[in-house]
Every structure is written in structure tokens, then in C-alpha cells.
């Protein structure tokens, strides 16, 4: 290559590298430029930056500040609450959920006596092994295998139940463990050594009470009993004097003196039973004796007080229920006596009902035998109820005052039947009465009565008449039950009509108007022998009446049914019964129809369709005569106009069921109505009436009735319906 060319190309290499150091130096600007700006915005973040770590120093400083004063708080809250713990004199420890102990204050670590396993990480199953193994605890009867089980079944339950566990030296810690949502336990050890003490202390301080109050009562029981004897001796002695010639004024002193004697008697013989009862010093002395003859010795004691202020005094004995069991006829008849005494002392009129009900349960031998005394009394105020069942407490009020008494009897009587494994409750109204009652579980006794005594021979009506409606049921029942036919009548002008096929009368001796024994004398007077029984609260008065010429016995009552019953079989056969065919026993009586018409001409038209019929028909004009009849005619059946005067035949219906509800017998009861209107036959029938008739009558749909109702023992009232039809035809 020429020099030429060298020179040349070297010159356009040199243009070319000064170019290429333009663009290089324009770059280098460029870039110098660009690096400036970077720089100054980085000086810019710089700035930022510096300013945000100074605020983010003085916020750490802040936050280190008051993360120190916290930690200071809490180790000062720390400090205090286990000082706090540490002071308290009950044990506190507690546990992680793998049962170890994380930490636990002086006085729980005291009991190991600074045991070295005993300290935080132990596990609970260590510790319990600690306690028995060194005797720290007093297992009483558990070995300590069973009782360390016990303890730990016991710490692993979800909850587990306080537990009071003695240490070896007699202290008693209460240990109460409760489990927190992690499984932690918090455990308490409560030194209660001084209530258990204290508990000791009182039980020992109440059962000498209890001794010393038993002491007493039975320091008391002995002067009772030491009084009471001279005092019989007062009054016997006051009563014997008194039977000796005395001048009024001397008798006057003697009756005060025996008078007052027999109060203090009523008094110490009350505080007598009750010191003898808290004593616990009162024997039951169980034998066989009859309740029922119980009840009416009661009633005899009562009469004459209740006689002097007109009461009743009523007995009814569930016919059911055997009389006689195995019990302390004297304590029973002791509470008999105090509820029926207050009864009648607390009752100016109406009556005194004693009812006796109890299923006997042959099984066991035992009857739970329920005595009821209900009166009319004076009733106590609701507030007052419970408090009288108190020793010396009774209603404080007006009435009351007039009565007087010790407050005693009911507390004893209650104690008494409770000792008897009995109850004793009372329902009462103010003003309106009161009802006694309790129960008793009673051995039955061997010798009860016959469950039917035999029916006396030719006795098969008897007439019962008492003005007292209750009376009449119950002797209905008593009567009924020895298959005798019984008419009611509630006056003696009524049983002198109701007299015919009657074999005997049972007559109540007070009645209004008629007494029973005026009654003899007007059945006697009618040329009738019919035997007479009277029944009579006040005999002897009874006794020395004229009339009683006529009568075949008189009886005290309320009667006992063994003694009614034995009077009964005395009547014998009955010859002189004023018609002397049903007298005989082979002949059956008559079907007795009833018949309630107020219209004269239908019943006229009646008479007529049944004349044929062999019966003993009897018409009664309106509803309240029906009702009446129903109690003294004794219907087989009745046939009742609806419609009818002062009481119609449902209501006569109604009544004459209520009245069976107390015999549990049932009479067919056939309505006559005018027509029969749509849905009347429903009032018809809920009213208890059985079938009905629409009139006009027909013959054969009566004598249809009277062939389907005849009772056995009554004689058929018609020849059958074939026979009739061939007759006829
Ligand atoms: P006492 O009859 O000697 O006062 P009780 O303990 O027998 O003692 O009776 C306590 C009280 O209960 C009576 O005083 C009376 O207030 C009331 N009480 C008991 N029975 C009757 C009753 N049948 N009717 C009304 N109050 C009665």
C-alpha cells in the first residue's frame, strides 16, 4: 500500500475515532446529566428518609420507655399477687395440663415439711404418693393404694368435687380444684380445721340439749303421774261426798271442787302424754280391738254435751271395710276423743260426722284406714291452720275465747298418730266448719265381722224413719247390704202412710213435729204390731216414756253395725204385719210402679192401661213428690211425666240420682213426654232418666216396661206377652 493511501486511511481512522469521541463526550453528557438528576432526587429520598428514621427513633425510644414501665407494673403486679398468695394461710399451687405443678404458695409446701421432691415440675400422682408414703395425710379406712386412686380419679374428672382430706395431725384441709380452658389446674387447699371443730362442738352441745330436754320431759311425766294419782283421789272422794246429805251451799263447794279437780285432770293428764311423747318414753301397745266400737264409745262419752246443744252426731262406716285390727285402741280412741271433742266443743249446731273409709288389702293383712271428723263448726281463719297443730296454741280470736282448753291435743294427737306411722291433715272454712282427718296403716284383725250378716228371718222391709237425710242413707246402706228392702221417710206423718208390707220400723226418737215415740203411739193406736226399734241419742230419757210400751227395743245411737245387726235377728218371724201375706217368706211381693202424672185425667188413663197388672202402683202429682216417694215407696220403677209443677221430671230425675249416689242402687226411670223433639230426648237422658215413652200412652209399650223392669223377688206384674195376646184374642 502507498503512503498515499496510509496517510489516507489513517486520516479517515483518525475521523473516524474523533467522531466516535463526539458521540462518546455527547453520551458522556447525557449521561453526567441524567447522573445528576438521580443524584439530586437520591439527595432528595436521603432527606426523607433521615427525617422518618429520626421519627422512628424517638417512637422506639418512646415504646422502649413504656415497655420498661410495663414490665415494671407487671413485675410489681406479680410481686404483690404472690406476696399476697404467699401470705394467705390457705394452700394455693397450680398445675400445667400434664399435671405438674408450675408453682405453689408457702403455706401448701408447708404440710411436706420442705420434702425436696416437692417443688415446681412435680407431677399431682408424686405429691399424692409424697402424702401417704411419708403420712402426711390420715387415709381413715382406704388403704393408701385405694386412696391415692381415689384422689387421682378424682383430680382427672372434668370437675372435680371439693374434698376434705385430715392430716396426720388432725387438721382438715378442703382441697377445691378447678380446671381452666387449657387444661390448667388452680388448686385450693382450705384449712377448715375450726368449723369441723366448731360443727363437733355443736353436735355434742345439741344432743346434751337433747338429753337435758328429754331429762326434763321426763322429770315432768313423773310429776304428772305423781300428781294425778291424789288428784283422783280429790275427786273421787268430792264425788262421794257429794252423794252424801249436803246443804246447797255445801254441795255447791263440792261440785266446784270436783268440778275444777277434773280440769287440772284434763291438764296433767295433757302434759302428762305430751312429756311422755318428747320423752320418748311412750309405749304403743298393739292388740286386736274393734274400731268401729271405738268410735261409738267416743260418741257415748260425747253425747250427752252434744245433746245439751241439740247436735247430731253421725257415724258412717264404710260397709266394705272390716272393723276390727290390730292397734293401740287406746291411743286411737285418745285421738278420737280429742278431734271429736273438739268437734263438738267448737260446733253450736248441725252435726258431727265420723266416716271411716280404707280398702283392706288381703295381701298384706294391713287396711290404710282413713278417719274423717267433719262438723259445722266455727272453722278456723286460713293463717291459722298450721299454727294449731302447736303445743298451747289455739286461734286466738272472739269466738274462740268461750272455749276453753290447753292448746295441747292436737299437738299430742298428731304426735301420737305419727308414732303410729300414720297422717293427720285438716281442711277448714272459717265460719263454715272444719275436717279433721287422719290415717293409719292397721293389721287386720282375724275376727272381723261376716262381710253379710245372715238376713233375719221373715224380716224383708223395714221401715227407716229419721228426719236427718244423712241417717237415712247410712242405715239404707247398712240395711240394703244385708239384703233387706228399705223405705225412707223423713217424718212420722209420712211413715204412717208408708206402713203397708212393712216388717219392721227403725225410728229416729227427735224428730220435729212427731218424735218417734209419739210415732209408736200413733202406729199402735192404728191397730198396727208391727215391731218398732227406736233409735235414741238419750235412751234412758227414752226409756222412761210411756210409749216406749210399744216399742221392741231402743237402741243408743248412732248404732254400731254388729249391734244393729244382732237386734235384728232378735225380731224374728214377723206374724202380725198389718198384710199378712208378704209376711210369709215363700210369698214374693209386688212390683212397686211409681207413677209422676200432675194431670188427673192422665192419670186416670193410666190406672186404666196397668189395672190388670199385678203391682203396687203409687202416683205422685208433681217432681218433689217423686223425689219423696222414691225415698219412702222404694219404687222397682218409676214412669215420670217431664212437664209437671213446682219441680218437672228431670229435675225429680236429677235429684233422685244424686240420692242413689249414696246407696249405689239404681232405679229404671221411664219419661213420658208430649212429643219428642228434635235433640230433647239428648236433655232427657243427660238428666239420668233411662228410656221414654211418647204420649199418648199405649198398653203394650207400659206392660212392655213393666215385664222388662220387675225385679227379681217381685212377682211377675203380668202374664208374658203371648199368653196376654191369647187372652186378648
Ligand atoms: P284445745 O282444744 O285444748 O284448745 P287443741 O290442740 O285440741 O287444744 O286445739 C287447738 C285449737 O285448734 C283450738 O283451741 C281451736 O282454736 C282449734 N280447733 C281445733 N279443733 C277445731 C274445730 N273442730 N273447729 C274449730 N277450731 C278447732
Known sequence: MSLANKLAEERRGRLAAERLLELKQVELSAANRKLGRHAAALQGEIVETRAEVETVKTENERVKTELGQANQKVEIAERRLWHSVQTITDGFAFFNSDNQMIAANGAYLTIFDGHELIRPGVNYVTILQVLTEEGIVNTGNLAPDDWRQMMTERWMSPNPEPITVRLWNDQYVKLVDRRGHGGDIVSLGLNITESVRYEKQLKDARAEAEAASRAKSAFLANMSHEIRTPMNGVVGMAELLGDTGLSEEQQLYVDTIKNSGEALLVIINDVLDYSKIEAQKLQLHPEPFDLERSIHEVIMLLQPSARDKG????????????????????????????????????????????????????????????????????????????????????????????????????????????????????????????????????????????????????????????????????????????????????????????????????????????????????????????????????????????????????????????????????????????????????????????????????????????????????????????????????????????????????????????????????????????HAMDGDDQGILASGIDHYLTKPLRKPEIHGKLREMCPEGALPPLPDAEEEARQAG
Open 311 to 674: 247436735l247430731t252426731l253421725l257415724v258412717d262406716f264404710d260397709l266394705f271395710l272390716p272393723t276390727t285390727y290390730v292397734g293401740d285402741p287406746g291411743r286411737i280412741r285418745q285421738v278420737l276423743t280429742n278431734l271429736m271433742g273438739n268437734a263438738v266443743k267448737f260446733t253450736s249446731d248441725g252435726h258431727v260426722l265420723v266416716r271411716v273409709t280404707g280398702v283392706p288389702d288381703p295381701e298384706s293383712g294391713q287396711a290404710d284406714v282413713t278417719i274423717v271428723i267433719e262438723d259445722t263448726g266455727i272453722g278456723i281463719p286460713e293463717d291459722k291452720v298450721d299454727h294449731i297443730f302447736g303445743e298451747f296454741n289455739q286461734v286466738e280470736n272472739e269466738r274462740n275465747r268461750q272455749f276453753d282448753g290447753t292448746g295441747l291435743g292436737l299437738a299430742i294427737s298428731q304426735r301420737l298418730v305419727k308414732l303410729m306411722d300414720g297422717d293427720m291433715w285438716v281442711t277448714s272454712e272459717d265460719g263454715v266448719g272444719s275436717c279433721f282427718g287422719f290415717k293409719l296403716p292397721l293389721a287386720l284383725s282375724e275376727s272381723n265381722l261376716p262381710e253379710h250378716p245372715p238376713v233375719p228371718d221373715g224380716l224383708r222391709r223395714v221401715l227407716v224413719v229419721d228426719d236427718i237425710e244423712a241417717n237415712r242413707t247410712i242405715l239404707r246402706r247398712q240395711l240394703e247390704q244385708m239384703g233387706l228392702g228399705v223405705v225412707c221417710c223423713s217424718s212420722g206423718m209420712q211413715a204412717l202412710k208408708n206402713l203397708d208390707n212393712i216388717d219392721l220400723v227403725l225410728t229416729d226418737h227427735n224428730m220435729p213435729e212427731m218424735d218417734g215415740l209419739e210415732l209408736a203411739d200413733a202406729i199402735r193406736a192404728a191397730d198396727n204390731p208391727v215391731p218398732i226399734l227406736l233409735l235414741s241419742s238419750n235412751p234412758s230419757f227414752a226409756a222412761n216414756d210411756p210409749g216406749a210400751a210399744h216399742l221392741h227395743a231402743i237402741m243408743q245411737k248412732p248404732v254400731p253395725r254388729a249391734d244393729l245387726f244382732a237386734r235384728l235377728q232378735s225380731v224374728g218371724p214377723v206374724i202380725n204385719s198389718s198384710t199378712a201375706a208378704p209376711s210369709d217368706p215363700a210369698m214374693p211381693r209386688k212390683m212397686r210402679v211409681l207413677a209422676a202424672e200432675d194431670n188427673k185425667t192422665n192419670q186416670l188413663v193410666f190406672g186404666k192401661m196397668v189395672k190388670d197388672a199385678d203391682i203396687d202402683l203409687k202416683f205422685a202429682n208433681n217432681g218433689i213428690e217423686a223425689v219423696e216417694y222414691f225415698e219412702s215407696f222404694a219404687p222397682d220403677l218409676i214412669f215420670m211425666d217431664i212437664s209437671m209443677p213446682k219441680m218437672d221430671g228431670k229435675e225429680a230425675t236429677v235429684k233422685i240420682r244424686e240420692l242413689e249416689t249414696k246407696t249405689g242402687s239404681h232405679v229404671p226411670i221411664v219419661a213420658l213426654t208430649a
